[in-house]
RNA sequence: GCGGGUAUGCCGGAGCGGUCAAACGGGACAGACUCAAAAUCUGUUGGCUCAGUGCCUACAAAGGUUCGAAUCCUUUUACCCGCACCA
């Protein structure tokens, strides 16, 4: 009686989608609830095995919550733009269209398989011209409003990417995709994003996401960067200049100050004299940038200029340097070698003077870092450094040569990119007008589709019904911008356009949009921890400032699913060979197997590694499953199967709730095997644990509901509900003390060491029932034929006088 | 360097103040069934001891809080992850 799980997968799935009971609206009795997968590439090789489990993680909630009676969004798309669909184009000479829409059929088809409940009719794509006209048009919003420019500035480019990549794209010097590829710096003008105008307040609200991982939190802490520091002026060749500080509590150590190598003002600053020795410095660092910055020697040159420090009026020198970025504070630093040991190894490679503010180190060997009282520091002298800061800051704001400042590590969001395949940036160039925006009314601005793709190079450039336009403001001749946005700028608002789909007059409607947001659960893994979930962030507060929204956070309950690794334990990959492919487990076992197995092994949001003998094992559970129903025999269920059920209700939807489906599985599978050892269940119960089982295996347990003879789904059932009273604690404490006995048995079987046939039990009369009814149970865990008696029986079989020891909850025991 | 996290038995992994020698799964070993194997079922799986009791050593290490700690606090160590010359 072998079953056939993908005949009965496929009939599933076909009749959830004929009778579109996934597919909801806003009009609704019932509390909203919006269950969110990120967004995928749909990339060429499918979807894998992090992917399936991702979706099945939010598709097991989806469907609990569904039959818990919510209205439940549960929507999917494509994040299709991207570099290896134009790398395909190029290789085959045709178009990353092609491509990216075979890639979304087979993820479409992929998906279906593993059975998730997706409102199909919501789907959406980021390359279809419905979908990045809207990316379009938040671009001419962020224009109006100040917040996208352009501008000429050094910028991260990667030559495998032939493209130039956002400061969040670059990992350790490294390119995000191509993690052996030094990124370069080149100089070129390119279209910003002015996220931080919302620095602070992505910063400040952080505290809001209560439910968001710990670690994601402090990594967008981090990446955001806000620290408090006093802006100090110092004069150079007469000119104010504000260097950013920390510690102005040294202010009277500075002995020299150090400029940015990279700094748009270096020139400025370098003398005649001193030009041959700047110039050669920067061709050295040119040569060396490929070097791991930890390896990094700070070097730098002598750039002639003397800085005049505001307290002191001593004049210091004035250095480029290498250690110092150009577009964090001002670029530029006052240099305390006594109490910063970057400045102290500058300072004792160049041979500058160290100067102590700070009692309590040596700086003769090494620069004193801690707190201590001020020194040399005139009128300050004395004063504990902590209140030095404040006190030095508040007499440089009174002489206004300073004030207090915030300042972020946070850069503005690099959104062009050189690539054809993505959301073309709506800018036209007219020799006359200048930099002019597309109008509304001409969006979207399309990518061409019978364009030659024949190298790396973007084709828009030479590809003339493209580049070639009129002014939308003089009517003159016009040339388009050939850049593209980021592929991030598509998936910061998607989840929006999933409440309003089809909306061709707006970006979506606010009510349908204010009705499902914020995302009540985002799942997705933790690798865009400062990339995707700080510009989604960053684009919420956005439109909600447009007026389009009334929400400040996109989600408050972001769940990060653990990896899974190959058998051996390490990461999935080919040049490894173990790769698990979630199309071939479902073929070789069911997709009810695989979804189950997925989230049985630990808790979804821990890494852990694939193991064949679990998913064999769980395959044999759910054929256990299958079995215990064909040869159910529908009757009355005992009160003790009933305080079991009533009880797995209560823990099981505990952990569902939680996402700690293991523990969840757990009990459904110790509820089986109290459910096989009745006699006869109720039609009632049986049917409570095919629902407690739906959200993980929906198909075999629509094909069991439906062999009941319930017509309708079991997926759009309510969930069940425990009552208390059923559940009797008495039944727990029996089965402890059978647990016991039978423990006891076999203990003295051990120790005996020889072949026994009988077990006499001796408990007291009002145990007697207890103890006989459970008699098969004894015999099949112990191997011995049982005999109950009660103690103050006269006919009990009891050679060694055994029965006298027996006590309440603790029967004794002859064996023979 | 900064920040976040993790450390449990052969392995994976629960547990997060008592009911813990520690759920559940995998593996291993033993038994039942079988001519035999697979499947299935049952038991064992820290040590000593014992007709079922009891004792010892245990949840990275060392301290501490507590009547009581795998669970709370401190320090240390190891590993993982993120950022990294951010002034």
Redesign the pocket.
């Known amino acids: 009686m072998e079953l056939n799980f993908n005949k009965i997968e496929k009939k599933w799935q076909k009749a959830w989608e004929k009778a579109k009971i996934f597919e909801v609206k806003e009009k609704s009795k019932n509390k909203k609830y919006y269950v969110l997968e990120m967004w995928p590439y749909p990339s060429g090789s499918g979807l894998h095995i992090g992917h399936a489990f991702n979706y099945v993680v939010g598709d097991i909630l989806a469907r609990f919550k569904r039959m818990q009676g919510s209205n439940v969004l549960h929507p999917m798309g494509f994040d299709s733009f991207g570099l290896p669909a134009e790398n395909a184009a190029i290789k085959n000479k045709s178009h990353p269209k092609k491509y990216t829409e075979d890639a979304i059929s087979n993820f479409i088809k992929q998906q279906k398989a593993l059975g998730i409940s997706y409102d199909w009719s919501r789907v959406v794509s980021a390359h279809n011209p419905d979908y990045y006209k809207w990316d379009q048009w938040i671009f001419l919003k962020m224009l109006e409003k100040g917040l996208a420019y352009k501008k000429k500035s050094p910028v991260n480019w990667c030559q495998k990417c032939g493209t130039v990549l956002a400061n969040e794209q ?3 010097g490294k390119c995000w995709i191509h993690k052996d590829t030094d990124v370069e710096i080149k100089h070129l003008e390119q279209w910003f994003f002015k996220i931080t105008n919302y620095a602070n307040e992505l910063y400040e609200d952080i505290n809001k996401l209560k439910n968001w991982p ?2 994601i939190k ?2 967008q802490r ?2 955001i ?1 806000k ?1 408090y ?1 006093t802006e100090i002026l110092f004069e150079i060749n007469g000119e104010k200049w504000p260097i ?4 102005p509590d040294t202010i009277y150590g500075v002995t020299f100050m150090v400029i ?1 190598a990279q700094h748009p003002k270096l020139m400025q600053l370098v003398t005649e004299k001193q030009k041959k020795e700047i110039e050669e410095f920067l061709k050295k660092i040119k040569s060396t940038s490929e070097k791991d ?2 390896e ?1 020697e ?1 070097e730098g040159a002598f750039t002639g200029s003397y800085a005049i420090n505001p307290l002191t009026k001593e004049k210091v020198p004035i250095y480029a340097g ?4 150009a577009d ?2 001002s ?1 530029m ?1 006052m240099a305390v070698p006594a109490h ?1 040991s ?1 400045d102290f190894d500058f300072a004792k490679k160049y041979k500058i003077p160290v100067k102590e503010v700070i009692k309590g180190g040596n700086v003769k060997k090494e620069a004193y870092t801690e707190d201590g009282k001020l020194i040399n520091s005139k009128e300050f002298d004395g004063l504990d450094n902590h209140q030095a800061i404040n006190e030095i800051t508040k007499y440089l704001e009174k002489k206004k040569i300073g004030k207090r400042v915030v ?1 972020y ?1 946070l850069r503005d969001w690099l959104i062009s990119r050189q690539r054809f395949w993505g959301t073309p940036i709506p800018i036209i160039y007219c020799e006359k007008c200048g930099i002019v925006p597309v109008l509304e009314k001409d969006l979207p601005v399309k990518l061409p589709e019978n364009i030659k793709f024949t190298s790396e190079k973007n084709p828009l450039i030479d590809y003339k019904p493209f580049v070639e336009t009129r002014c939308p403001k003089c009517g003159k001749k016009g040339r388009r911008e050939t850049d593209t946005m980021d592929t991030f700028v598509n998936s910061s608002w998607y989840f929006f356009r999933y409440t309003d789909p089809k909306n061709n007059k707006k970006i979506f409607d606010t009510e349908k949009a204010e009705y499902w947001n914020p995302i009540d659960k985002y799942i997705g893994g933790a690798e865009h ?2 990339m995707h979930l700080i510009y989604f962030r960053f684009y919420t507060k956005f439109l909600r400032d447009l007026g389009l929204i009334n929400l400040d956070e996109p989600t408050f309950n972001l769940f990060n699913q653990g990896m899974v690794h190959g058998e051996d334990g390490f990461v999935m990959s080919k040049s490894r060979g173990n790769v698990i492919d979630p199309l071939n487990i479902i073929k070789e076992y069911s997709a009810d197997t695989l979804r189950i197995f997925l989230v049985s ?3 979804p949001d ?4 694939w ?1 064949n ?2 998913i064999e ?1 769980m395959h ?1 559970s759910i054929k256990k499953i299958i079995d215990f129903y064909k040869h159910l025999k529908i009757g009355k269920s005992s009160s003790k199967i009933e305080s079991k059920i009533n009880k797995s209700i209560k823990e099981i939807t505990e952990n569902i709730e939680n996402l ?1 489906y ?2 969840a599985i ?1 009990r459904i ?2 509820l089986l095997e109290d459910l096989i050892s009745e006699k006869e269940v109720s039609k009632k119960d049986a049917e409570i644990f095919l629902k407690l089982i739906s959200p993980f295996c929906p198909h075999i347990t629509e094909e069991l509901w439906e062999k009941f003879g319930n017509r309708g789904f079991i997926s759009l059932e309510s969930w069940p509900e425990f009552d208390n009273t059923k559940i009797d604690e008495r039944f727990e404490q029996q089965e402890k003390a059978i647990e016991n ?4 048995i ?3 079987l ?3 060491g020889e072949k026994k046939e009988k077990v006499f039990v001796y408990v007291l009369p009002n145990e007697k029932l207890l103890y006989s009814n459970e008699s098969d149970l004894i015999k ?2 112990t ?1 011995l034929n049982v005999f109950v008696y009660a103690v103050n029986d006269k006919e009990k079989h009891d050679p ?1 006088g ?1 029965a006298k ?1 027996a006590k309440p909850g ?7």
């Open positions: 670059v990992h350790n710990e670690r402090a990594m981090n990446w960067g620290s520091g950013f500080t920390t510690r940015s910055a930890t990094l700070k290498n250690f110092v970025i964090y504070g670029g630093i910063d970057r300042n590590k921890a400062c092994i630990a808790s821990s890494d852990y590694s193991n003998s679990g094992s044999k700690k293991n523990l757990i599978k110790s006995l039978i423990d006891d076999n203990n003295i051990r120790i005996v099949k865990k191997g060694n055994k020891k603790k029967p004794a025991i002859y064996i023979e």
